[in-house]
């Protein structure tokens, strides 16, 4: 057996004592005398497992009891309809976007097909290569939330401090950054994240809700499955839920609390993306894709060589060492390594030998 080192965006790297876990739980899961995958949802061995998710998971970021956790599915892109369809639709019909990058670009615009979406930042005229000034937003007095994406995983980008939401709601895609850090919860109204980016399998949402925002009612016009209020009266089983994705994301949980938990997992992916920064900054041939070091993500690293040819080699070259999946998303190009909870500082370093190596060969 070959482990390569993985730097996907998404689905990407998983810590190896958890996949050892769930290999060895395949053929009898907990006493069961069957996997995960073949319980029913329904079931006290199921119920057992996604109740300790959910205790592990508001354990690991400090949820206050007044939050609703779900485990959804539908990937996170559903959360760009569902955030507005609960939030907004049925009440003022407005919100204000803040449109960083790939990820908020699209949350917006599917928003804009429910409600008004006005853009109050934007950094498409720098092709999102920079934050925008954010200091001074002009929220809509109307306004049911401002929305944000923390960290966008495509760009590279990551906000440094949080807007300043004059008291209207705060809501925060954090998929590519979840569990990446520690998290102020009582700072927003609303936090969505797909796991496929830092935590789990494919398949899985979390939404953090404060449950005063939670629909009351039936929501006219919006399918069921799109709304909050069935999924939290019914503990995320208003239907069959991803229960092996949940089944992964307890044991990523645990995981992550048995290392020291998420100031603990900050302090290690800070020290990964500050080397990788440093061979960037210190190097003749790459350079860092985002302007402002202030506003670099510690997740997903992109940076280029600036010829297309080059950094197609580089890739190619990378993986012949077992650094795999290091191109840019298409969209933008370049080279994008994204370094996870789940990637060693082993991953970077051989990462950083091998740009050195690259530099070296291609002067
Ligand atoms: C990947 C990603 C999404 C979309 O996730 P899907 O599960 O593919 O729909 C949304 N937001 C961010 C920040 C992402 O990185």
Redesign the pocket.
């Known amino acids: 057996m070959t482990r390569v080192y993985n730097f996907s965006a ?1 689905p990407a790297v998983l810590p190896e004592p958890v996949l050892r876990q769930a290999a060895a739980e395949m053929m009898d899961c907990r006493g069961s005398g069957m996997s995960v995958m073949e319980m029913s949802h329904r079931s006290p061995a199921f119920q057992g497992i996604i109740d300790e998710a959910e205790a592990d998971l508001r354990d690991l970021m400090g949820i206050p009891g007044s939050y609703d956790v779900l485990f959804l599915q539908g ?3 559903l959360q760009f309809a569902a955030v507005p369809m609960n939030l907004s639709l049925h009440r003022n019909g407005v919100a204000a976007y803040l449109v960083t990058g790939q ?1 908020s670009k699209k949350a917006q615009q599917e928003a804009a097909r429910f409600i008004e979406a006005p853009i109050v930042a934007s950094g498409a005229d720098g092709n999102f290569s920079r934050l925008p000034d954010y200091s001074d937003l002009a929220i809509p007095d109307n306004a049911d939330y401002v929305y944000l ?1 923390q ?1 966008e ?1 495509v760009h590279g980008l990551r906000f440094p401090t949080l807007p300043d939401t004059e008291g209207v709601t705060l809501v925060s ?1 954090q ?2 950054m979840f569990l990446s850090e520690p998290v102020d919860v009582e700072r927003f109204g609303l936090i969505h994240a ?1 796991v ?2 830092n935590v789990g399998p494919a398949g899985v949402q979390v939404v953090i809700v404060r449950h005063d925002l939670v629909p009351e009612g039936d929501l006219a016009g919006v399918p069921v499955m799109m709304e909050y209020r069935p999924q939290v009266e019914k503990g995320s089983m208003y239907n069959t839920p991803p229960c092996w994705g949940i089944y992964v994301c307890g044991l990523v949980f645990k995981y992550l609390k048995a290392l020291g938990g998420l100031e603990a997992m900050q302090a290690r992916n800070q020290e990964k993306a500050r080397l990788l920064y440093s061979a960037i900054d210190e190097s003749d041939l790459f350079r860092g894709t985002v302007v402002d070091p202030a506003h670099r993500s510690i997740m997903n690293v992109t940076f280029a060589t600036g010829d297309p040819d080059l950094d197609a080699r580089f890739v190619a070259e990378a993986k012949e060492r077992g650094l795999v999946n290091l191109k840019g998303h298409r969209s933008v190009g370049g080279l994008r390594a994204s370094i996870y909870n789940a990637m060693p500082l082993a991953g970077v370093e051989a990462l950083v030998r091998f740009m050195q190596d690259f530099e070296l060969a291609h002067k």
């Open positions: 998404g990937g996170d892109t990820w994406c960290n995983t895609d998929s590519s797909g496929q980016k």
